[in-house]
């Protein structure tokens, strides 16, 4: 199986920063990875597919890069809203993993 | 309005089983590839499965933690996705939610997840 490690796991930041979370597979996975944003209580919503196609209605703000192995999510000018967790997930072959996620809390 | 809506959530025993069904509409549901995701509370997402559509195959993929345990199956007649669960540990106490998958974003025209159904494992 493929493994997916994120980090950092916590992140601290304030409104207006520029922040990256960085997700790394066991193996390479050409750029077959989704980022996701999860707000307390709520289902995930997707962001970024095909590690850098912003998904329809997702602020420009967001960005994803990466293939192969390494994968950057980045997040431009933050505002309040974006405070939430953030989660990688492979999508090259089952099981599907997500990574551990990164809580980004305002600073 | 797209939706997903998951139902048969619960409290079971140790040992026991359950069968969650997640009904969709607002989409053609019969060209979509469906997943199960599951959220113990407080800790992250864990894929569980998904079924392919007929069309590619109707074939299911499991996590190694359910594998042989958890079936996944759909009606596309009723627009439902079901996941039946046996020999239910702790462990899989969690949210279940039911969401499309990537592989067919652009064929169902995005990305949908249903609101979760809490499953308690507890004696």
């Known amino acids: 199986d493929i493994q997916v490690t994120q980090s950092p796991s916590f992140l601290s930041a304030s409104v207006g920063d520029r922040v990256t979370i960085t997700c790394r597979a066991s193996?390479?996975?050409?750029?077959?990875l989704n980022w996701y944003q999860q707000r307390p209580g709520n289902a995930p919503k997707l962001l970024v597919y095909v590690a850098s196609s912003l998904q329809s209605g997702v602020p420009s703000r967001f960005s994803g890069s990466g293939s192969g192995t390494d994968f950057i999510l980045t997040i431009d000018s933050l505002q309040p809203e974006d405070f939430a967790t953030y989660y990688c997930q492979q999508t090259h072959s089952p099981p599907r993993t997500f990574g551990q996620g990164t809580k980004l809390e305002i600073k | 309005e797209v939706q997903l809506v998951e139902s048969g959530g619960g409290l079971v025993k140790p040992g026991g089983s359950l069968r969650l069904s997640c009904a969709a509409s607002?989409?053609?549901?019969?060209?979509?590839?469906m997943s199960w995701v599951r959220q113990a509370p407080g800790k992250g997402l864990e894929w569980v499965g998904r079924?392919?559509?007929?069309?590619?195959?109707?074939?299911?993929d499991y996590a190694a933690p359910v594998k042989g345990r958890f079936s996944i199956s759909r009606d596309d007649s009723k627009n439902t996705l079901y996941m039946e669960m046996i020999s239910l540990t702790t462990d899989d106490t969690a949210t279940y939610y039911c969401a499309t998958e990537t592989a067919t974003l652009k064929v169902v025209g995005g990305d949908y997840w249903g609101q979760g159904i809490l499953v308690t494992v507890s004696s």
């Open positions: 607002g989409f053609t549901f019969t060209n979509a590839w």
């Open positions: 193996q390479s996975i050409s750029t077959y």
């Open positions: 079924i392919k559509s007929k069309t590619d195959g109707g074939t299911t």
